[in-house]
């Protein structure tokens, strides 16, 4: 079963506008990360937020974490075309498993 | 420096072949571990490693073998591959003990079974 599970599942916006997609996740966690992935090549680390953090940014990403509802949110502001590319969320359980969903499928039109 | 690399990125079995997809890394990472990637499901845990000589099974171990007999190396050997096997395989490390497994992708080995 998957730990973490991202919505929405698609998500089309044009260049310019803000791109929200959430995770869920199931159990206690010690950190959360997101991970990028352009089609057809590996996953690239995105940011990560240890469970004593609510917010952390890096340039235009935002990421947010409610451990009170076992959920967090990334944040892209003003989307370019180049952020097209699936967005996964992450957790670490067993202390060192990571666990992903199943991601969220953003598109950015030019 | 390279980062992780695997090889093949492609390649097409039939079924009941075997098979060793080849992973390594540069960057001196005691945790490597493996991937799978199917449609809508996101990346599973095939296996894992802290360190030369230690593997553990992630959530689907089964079909599948994995070694770690250097720091550099873990390959993953496919022993009799089924069509359900059909997927993307992504190998990963991490530098163990830095408080977070952050992890490092290869660009992936695309495996077929007929």
């Known amino acids: 079963s998957q730990q973490g599970e991202e919505d929405p599942q698609a998500l089309s916006i044009q260049e310019g506008e803000n791109a929200t997609m959430n995770c869920s996740y199931k159990t206690s966690i010690n950190n959360l990360q997101w991970y990028r992935q352009n089609s057809g090549r590996g996953l690239v680390h995105l940011i990560l937020?240890?469970?004593?953090?609510r917010e952390k940014h890096s340039g235009r990403l935002r990421v947010t974490l409610d451990t009170s509802k076992k959920s967090s949110s990334l944040l892209i502001t003003a989307s370019r075309a180049a952020d097209t590319a699936s967005y996964f969320c992450?957790?670490?359980?067993?202390?060192?498993?990571?666990?992903f969903g199943a991601g969220t499928i953003l598109r950015v039109k030019s | 420096n390279a980062g992780v690399t695997q090889t093949p990125k492609f390649q097409v079995l039939k079924t009941g072949q075997s098979m060793t997809l080849q992973c390594a890394q540069d960057?001196?990472?005691?945790?490597m571990s493996w991937y799978r990637q199917d449609p809508g499901m996101g990346l599973r845990l095939i296996h894992y490693?802290?360190?030369?000589?230690i593997t553990d099974q992630g959530e689907v171990p089964n079909g599948y073998n994995v070694s770690r007999s250097t720091t550099e190396d873990f390959p993953l050997r496919l022993l009799s591959a089924a069509p359900s096997q059909t997927s993307v395989y992504f190998c990963?490390?991490?530098?163990w003990g830095s408080g977070a497994n952050v992890l490092t992708f290869g660009a992936g080995s695309r495996l077929t079974v007929l």
């Open positions: 937020i240890r469970s004593n953090e």
């Open positions: 990963a490390s991490s530098p």
């Open positions: 490693s802290v360190g030369a000589g």
């Open positions: 960057m001196n990472h005691e945790y």
């Open positions: 992450a957790t670490e359980i067993d202390g060192n498993k990571l666990v």
